[in-house]
C-alpha cells in the first residue's frame, strides 16, 4: 500500500476558479501533513502544513485536514496562471520519522 | 535571503563510476537532508543528518550511499558506485530544527544522469 496518494491529474481550472486538490495516507496516527509546490525543473517550495483537523487558511490557499477519514486536501482561491505546477502532498507517518512524499498532482490554470 | 546551494547542477557519469554531490545548507541550520526524484516520480527521502551522524535513512539509502560533513560549510552525499537507476534529481535540504518543515529549505537540486 502507497503511503501518500494523489491523483497526478492533469487538473485543469480556468483563471479565477477553485482548484482542489486531495491526497490520502496509510498511516492512521500520522500527525503532520505539508503541501509543497514544484514547478518543472525546480525544487519543492512549502505551501502550507496542517497538524489539526479542520481547516487552516493562509492567503488564497486553504488546507483540509480529517484524520478520521485519512485525508488532506488544498484549496486554491482565485487560481492565477502561475499556480501551475506539480503540488506535492507530504505527511510524516508515525512509523517513523521519514518524510513520505506523494506523487504530486499537475495543475494548470488557464487564462 | 539565505539559501541552500548545490553543485554541481548537472552530473553526466558513467555506470560504476563514484560521484560526490555538494550541498552547502544555510548557516545556522542544524539538520541536512538529501532526497531523490527519478524523473516523472515523486520526491523520496534519502537521509537525515545531525550532529555529524545519520539520524534517520530510507531503504533506498544502502551500503553505495555515505554522506559526510567534512567542513562546518559542505554536506556531501556520495554514490560509490553508480547504476543506472541512480539517475534522478538529488534535492538537499536544511532545517534549523528536526523535521522543521516550515523552515525546511530546499537547494535547486542536481541533476545525475548515470551511462
Known amino acids: 500500500q502507497k503511503e501518500v496518494e494523489q491523483n497526478s491529474g492533469p487538473l485543469s481550472v480556468p483563471e479565477g476558479a477553485i482548484a482542489s486538490l486531495n491526497c490520502t495516507y496509510s498511516?492512521?496516527?500520522?500527525?503532520?501533513f505539508f503541501w509543497y509546490r514544484q514547478y518543472s525543473g525546480k525544487s519543492p517550495e512549502l505551501i502550507m502544513s496542517?497538524?489539526?483537523?479542520g481547516d487552516k487558511e493562509d492567503g488564497r490557499f486553504t488546507a483540509q485536514l480529517n484524520k478520521a477519514s485519512q485525508y488532506v486536501s488544498l484549496l486554491i482561491r482565485d487560481s492565477q496562471p502561475s499556480d501551475s505546477a506539480t503540488y506535492l502532498c507530504?505527511?510524516?507517518?508515525?512509523?517513523?520519522?521519514?518524510?513520505?512524499f506523494g506523487t504530486g498532482t499537475s495543475l494548470t490554470v488557464i487564462p | 535571503e539565505p539559501e541552500v546551494t548545490q553543485t554541481p547542477s548537472h552530473q553526466v557519469t558513467q555506470m560504476g563510476q563514484e560521484v560526490i554531490l555538494r550541498c552547502v545548507p544555510i548557516?545556522?541550520?542544524?539538520?541536512f537532508y538529501w532526497y531523490r526524484q527519478i524523473l516523472g516520480q515523486k520526491v523520496e527521502f534519502l537521509v537525515s543528518?545531525?550532529?555529524?551522524?545519520?539520524?534517520?535513512k530510507s531503504e533506498i539509502f544502502d551500503d553505495q550511499f555515505s554522506v559526510e560533513r567534512p567542513d562546518g560549510s559542505n554536506f556531501t552525499l556520495k554514490i560509490r558506485s553508480t547504476k543506472l537507476e541512480d539517475s534522478a534529481m538529488y534535492f538537499c535540504?536544511?532545517?534549523?530544527?528536526?523535521?522543521?518543515?516550515?523552515?525546511?529549505?530546499f537547494g535547486p537540486g542536481t541533476r545525475l544522469l548515470v551511462l
Open positions: 543528518f545531525y550532529n555529524n551522524e545519520i539520524s534517520e
Open positions: 507530504a505527511v510524516i507517518l508515525n512509523t517513523g520519522n521519514q518524510f513520505y
Open positions: 496542517i497538524y489539526s483537523n
Open positions: 548557516s545556522n541550520h542544524l539538520y
Open positions: 535540504a536544511s532545517s534549523p530544527n528536526q523535521w522543521g518543515v516550515e523552515t525546511q529549505y
Open positions: 498511516d492512521r496516527v500520522s500527525q503532520s
